[in-house]
């Protein structure tokens, strides 16, 4: 059952289905989601939060699982924020507010003749979740176009402008604290292109992700790669895990790195199956493997055992990320 509750700054709705804001299509209910459509509702809402109460933030649930308990406290979600601006067009500069789709990013870029962003056109993510985890697709990534973020810093609450510097991008990574920071919007720079290059790297994107990315829920890439040239991916085709399964979680005949939801999959399912990938990975190659995707909200004792086996650390429940970027 879900409520409106009316506020000044953006549409806020408690007891939404979690299931709905996440790509596995797992996890409990939302206790509190506030839904803000601009930058600078987002920023108001920020402020208006209480600092001692739980915040979460999802964009368009992508790489996310949430706990099957669901998520206390305020859950800020980005998918709303669709602006887009032409900062300087002569050089390229434009800025996406967070919750704008990676496929718009791209074709916003060639409607302008500008290239760089045709590996995002099949990403299904959001910038905000991008420029956080530093996303990426056939052999490029985010850190190569982005020049700077927009931030909340929940600490000074105050809103910070990050250059690509500040960033510090590294693979499937950036200086973004999910437990301090919430990321509104990013500046990106692109290269002036041929429109003919330019559809073609978008279809043969778009191709490959159809041939070799699952069409059931899902999460997207489980695992970070462990090595340059050591694709988690192959390591697990390698060691048969395609028929490898946790209850209504299996893992994708057609990627070995992806964790497919069969229709009946609880969070709870999609780790200990995570769990046994890692394992495997572990006990047969000289890697270490973490994840890729981020886990959010109140876990079962058992969830939370099985994300600390998954970082090779103890991680009591309360340490979780209630405050993901």
Known sequence: MTAMVSTSFSEAVTGLDGRKFCSYRVGGPIDLALMPTQYESAVEALKAIDTTTPL??????????????????TTLITKRMLAVEVVDLA??????????????????????????AEFMIGIPGTVGGAIAMNAGAMGQSTDEIVEGAVVYDCASRQVLTLDAEALAFSYRHSSIDPQRHVVLAGYFRFKPGDAQAIAHLMQQSLDFRKAHHPKEPNGGSVFKNPAPGHPAGRLLDELGAKTWREGGARISELHANFIVNDGSATSTDVLRLMLKMKTAIEAH??????????????????????????HDRPLPSSDLEDHAG
Do not use: M
């Open 56 to 73: 979460t933030v999802l964009g368009g649930g992508c790489n996310t699982l949430i706990a099957s308990r669901g998520i206390r406290g």
């Open 91 to 116: 050089s390229g500069r434009l800025r996406f507010d967070a919750g704008v789709p990676l496929a718009r990013v791209a074709t916003t870029a060639q409607d302008h003749g500008f290239s760089g």
């Open 285 to 310: 190659y000289p890697f270490k493997v973490y994840p890729e995707n981020r886990f959010v909200g109140q876990p079962s004792d058992e969830e939370a055992r099985l994300w600390a086996q998954l």
